[in-house]
Nanobody, 121 residues
Framework: QVQLVESGGGLVQPGGSLRLSCAAA????????MAWYRQAPEKERELVAN???????NYADSVKGRFTISRDNAKNTVDLQMNSLKPEDTAVYYC???????????????WGRGTLVTVSS
């Protein structure tokens, strides 16, 4: 079984920064893609950023130039550095891993439970 655990959420003032981290565990051999999604109140979950196993990245237009996604394949972790935060960035942020190969099974997708980011003065 694959587990993703997020950390780093919290309350921050507009213009501030936060760094989210996600660690994957479960006898993992490799992970193809990793990503961060978010879901604001009464809105659908949306992709924030993703990163391939080889480092290729993709960002939502709303966060380009402010957020940076990175990963450590050896540690099976993915981070999201968020700068110049805005109130509209307030949401629960979820870690996602795609095509997770463990010692026993290939999981198409895995999700963390989410971490709350609140941007408010």
């Amino acid at each position: 079984q694959v587990q993703l655990v997020e950390s780093g959420g919290g309350l921050v003032q507009p213009g501030g920064s936060l760094r989210l981290s996600c660690a994957a565990a479960g006898s993992i051999v490799s992970i193809n893609s990793m990503a961060w999604y978010r879901q604001a109140p009464e809105k659908e979950r949306e992709l924030v950023a993703n990163i391939s196993r080889y480092g290729g990245t993709n960002y939502a237009d709303s966060v380009k130039g402010r957020f940076t996604i990175s990963r450590d394949n050896a540690k099976n972790t993915v981070d999201l550095q968020m700068n110049s935060l805005k109130p509209e960035d307030t949401a629960v942020y979820y870690c996602n891993a795609g095509q997770v190969q463990t010692s026993r099974h290939l999981y198409l997708e895995a999700w963390g439970r989410g971490t709350l980011v609140t941007v408010s003065s």
